[in-house]
Structure formats: structure tokens, C-alpha cells
T-cell receptor, first 112, second 116 residues
Framework: SQELEQSPQSLIVQEGKNLTINCTSS?????LYWYKQKYGEGLIFLMM?????EEKSHEKITAKLDEKKQQSSLHITASQPSHAGIYLC????????????FGKGTHLIIQP | NAGVTQTPKFQVLKTGQSMTLQCAQD?????MYWYRQDPGMGLRLIYY???????DKGEVPNGYNVSRLNKREFSLRLESAAPSQTSVYFC???????????????FGNGTRLTVT
């Protein structure tokens, strides 16, 4: 089973509308990373959340971490075409190997 | 700033052929990682290198070998390519082991590999 579940898998939103992407872990979250990937390109780091209840914002993107629910949400306000892409959450869920475990990603399409 | 550079960007191989994917970083990072990205599977860790001279297996190491040539470079080798290795491969780096530094991974732009 997937240790980091993202929902929805895909999202089509009209330009100017708000949207939320969720990332839920099957294990305790000690930190959560959000990345954005444009189609055909690499991953761009957006934000890192390390404490329960922490909330960070960058331009029109806000992310929150709820440690009790083992969940993080990414909220985009007044979406723009530049927000289109794949959003991935990543976390260190323990285990033998170092590095981040990633969710499968949420494909975001912005319609004009 | 180049960051993490991967070569080649695209590659087509026939089953059984071998090739090496190259990765170099110019951020003086100690740790480097190789991931593969597949539709419906997300990103999965293949191998990583905590520091120069060390390498460790990730989630899906079978069919791959790695070399940490020096602090800057970390290569991924497919000795006998199989269609199941068709994927997008990403290299990433970090100042140190992720669990120690808790610093974001910096990713390259990927190598798109097709094995026919």
C-alpha cells in the first residue's frame, strides 16, 4: 500500500479559483516537503513543514501540517496558468534507506 | 547556478544493451540520490550515496549499479537493460544525509530512458 497518499490524483480548475491538495501518511510525520514538477522537467522545491500546526506561504500557495491527522494540505488561492503541473509531497517515513518517500502526485490543470 | 546536471536527457536502448546515466552537482553537497519515476508509481529511490566512497540500496536497486566517482559525480549504470527499466530517472543531492540535515533534496531535470 502507498505510504503517502495524495488526493485528488488530478484536478482541473478554472483560472482564478481556489484549490486544495491533500497528502496523508500511513506513518507518523516528522516533516513534510512539497515539490512542483512541470511536465517534462525536474522537481522544484516549494516548502518544508517540520512542526505540527506549522503553516507556510509562498506567493499564493499555502501549506499546513497536521501531525495528529498525519496529513498536510496545499492550498492555492486565485489559481493562475503558471500553477499548472504535478504537485508531489515527500516525507521521511523511516525505514532503512535515507531520502524522501514521495506520493504519486496530483496533476493540476488550470483552464482559462 | 547549474545545480544538478544530468546527461543524457533522452536515451533509447535495446533490450540487453548497457548504459551509464551521469549526474553532477556543483553545490558541494555530500549526499546524492537516484530516483526513478513511473506513471502510477510515483518516485522511487534506487540508490543513494551518503558521502564520497559510500553507496547504499534504496527501494528498487535490482538491475542497477552506481558509482560515486568523486564528491561531485554519481553515476547510475544499467548493465543489461530491460523494458521494465523504461522510466524517467532523476538525480538529487543534499548537503548531507537527509535524516541528519533535514534539508530539501535538489533535483536534476531527469533522463528519459526507453528500452525496446
Amino acid at each position: 500500500s502507498q505510504e503517502l497518499e495524495q488526493s485528488p490524483q488530478s484536478l482541473i480548475v478554472q483560472e482564478g479559483k481556489n484549490l486544495t491538495i491533500n497528502c496523508t501518511s500511513s506513518k507518523t510525520l516528522y516533516g513534510l516537503y512539497w515539490y512542483k514538477q512541470k511536465y517534462g522537467e525536474g522537481l522544484i522545491f516549494l516548502m518544508m513543514l517540520q512542526k505540527g500546526g506549522e503553516e507556510k506561504s509562498h506567493e499564493k500557495i499555502t501549506a499546513k501540517l497536521d501531525e495528529k491527522k498525519q496529513q498536510s494540505s496545499l492550498h492555492i488561492t486565485a489559481s493562475q496558468p503558471s500553477h499548472a503541473g504535478i504537485y508531489l509531497c515527500g516525507a521521511d517515513l523511516g525505514g532503512g534507506a535515507d531520502g524522501l518517500t514521495f506520493g504519486k502526485g496530483t496533476h493540476l490543470i488550470i483552464q482559462p | 547556478n547549474a545545480g544538478v546536471t544530468q546527461t543524457p536527457k533522452f536515451q533509447v536502448l535495446k533490450t540487453g544493451q548497457s548504459m551509464t546515466l551521469q549526474c553532477a552537482q556543483d553545490m558541494n553537497h555530500n549526499s546524492m540520490y537516484w530516483y526513478r519515476q513511473d506513471p502510477g508509481m510515483g518516485l522511487r529511490l534506487i540508490y543513494y550515496s551518503a558521502s564520497e566512497g559510500t553507496t547504499d540500496k534504496g527501494e528498487v536497486p535490482n538491475g542497477y549499479n552506481v558509482s560515486r566517482l568523486n564528491k561531485r559525480e554519481f553515476s547510475l549504470r544499467l548493465e543489461s537493460a530491460a523494458p521494465s527499466q523504461t522510466s524517467v530517472y532523476f538525480c538529487a543531492s543534499s548537503p548531507g544525509l537527509f535524516r541528519s540535515y533535514n534539508s530539501p533534496l535538489h533535483f536534476g531535470n531527469g533522463t528519459r530512458l526507453t528500452v525496446t
